[in-house]
């Protein structure tokens, strides 16, 4: 991930950068409270380097320009520049304009950029169409599954979710009851009981491409919440070479932060989940265990291998840390998205 080799000066020229965009000299404020708070966590955390994001130290876009010389600094300062747009709801016109404007000036283009600009427009079906293929479910259905056939049978919910039964699947997965208490495939199975969801195998449950990052919710201890799914998704960008995950997580922030990005799995949701206490920091610890991890949890995990592994003994093996953030619910917290989250909507109501 080339967020974690960004030099020290590199750092303080993205976050400039950040505040020059999303902070612009002629409005001032930011857009939404919960800005500041997620880049003083994500630097703090991800970074080592902490920035006072409520001081405004801004920079014009030339300057920064001439500051970052690689294109990989580059690209990461516009990539925050986008999650910040998507902490929003909805996105302001100033601020997606100024987005625009330093990508363009940097030279940046991407799907990160295509995912903001459809959802700024309200063109929010085509994102989540987009985000599903380019994202890691995409990526991680053309490397180890075909799902080609059933996404334009079913339409983008193929790339998530069970439409077609596989009892062999669905066999496989309930046979996780005889793993003994305290293994990862017993706790999975304790997992997807204590939430009553639908077995892979079984329509209506997610499809293996969603069921692997269940095995990553038990491994990591994030529960089934809006931010357990954000911090999920964090972890996974540091913890795996598989292409889309930063795609990915800028789509969490959607679904479970602002709603503006639908789940192709359980539809819109108003979650604000980045509101709770201590929030934001759990993300960046999040990024920090994943970037500790020394096992490819996507292109190199079969857990079905390791159903019989005590959950403490593969933590250490593979060299997950604790958590730092005392606000972080595990995987045990019996409340889940759907419960915390209210039912699925319709798709936000505004356009800019």
């Given at each position: ?6 030099s ?43 920035i ?24 990461t ?46 063109a929010?079906?085509q ?12 990526a ?106 930063l ?24 979650a ?12 960046a ?45 595990g995987?045990?917290t ?5 419960a ?5 909507h ?7």
């Open positions: 991930m080339h967020w974690l080799e960004l020290d000066t590199e750092v303080k020229w993205v976050a400039r950068s950040v505040m020059g965009a999303l902070r612009d000299n002629s409005w001032q404020e930011w857009a939404d409270p919960v800005q500041p708070r997620f880049f003083n966590a994500i630097f703090n955390g991800l970074f080592g380097n902490p006072d994001f409520w001081d405004p130290d801004p920079v014009e876009c030339g300057v920064a320009l001439s500051a970052l010389t690689r294109e990989s600094a580059r690209r300062a516009i990539e925050l520049m986008v999650a910040g747009e998507l902490l929003c709801r909805p996105i302001p016109p100033d601020v997606h304009v100024s987005v625009e404007r330093w990508a363009a000036a940097f030279g940046i283009e991407g799907q990160s950029l295509t995912l903001a600009r459809q959802t700024a427009s309200g929010y079906y994102a989540q169409a987009d985000l599903y293929r380019h994202g890691y479910w995409g991680y259905a053309a490397t180890a599954h075909n799902v080609d056939a059933q996404v334009a049978r079913y339409g983008v919910s193929a790339f998530a979710a069970t439409h077609e039964p596989d009892p062999e699947l669905a066999a496989q997965w309930q046979q996780l009851a005889h793993c003994a208490p305290g293994t990862i495939g017993r706790s999975v199975w304790e997992f997807y009981g204590l939430h009553g969801f639908d077995w892979p195998g079984e329509p209506g449950g997610a499809n293996p491409i969603t069921a692997q990052h269940d095995w990553i919710h038990v491994l990591a201890d994030y529960s089934a919440t809006g931010l357990g799914e954000i911090e999920t998704a964090a972890f996974r960008i540091t913890s795996t070479r598989l292409p889309g995950t795609l990915t997580f800028l789509g969490e922030l959607g679904f479970w932060h602002s709603g503006m990005i639908g789940s192709a799995f359980s539809g819109w949701h108003q604000y989940s980045l509101d709770a206490k201590d929030a934001p920091e759990s993300v610890d999040a990024f920090r265990r994943g970037a500790a991890c020394n096992q490819d949890l996507y292109l190199e995990t079969d857990f079905f291998a390791f159903k019989d592994v005590n959950l403490d003994t593969l933590r250490e093996r593979w060299n997950i840390p604790p958590k730092q953030s005392v606000h972080s619910p995987w045990k019996r409340t889940h998205l759907t915390a989250d209210g039912e699925s319709s798709p936000p109501d505004f356009t800019i």
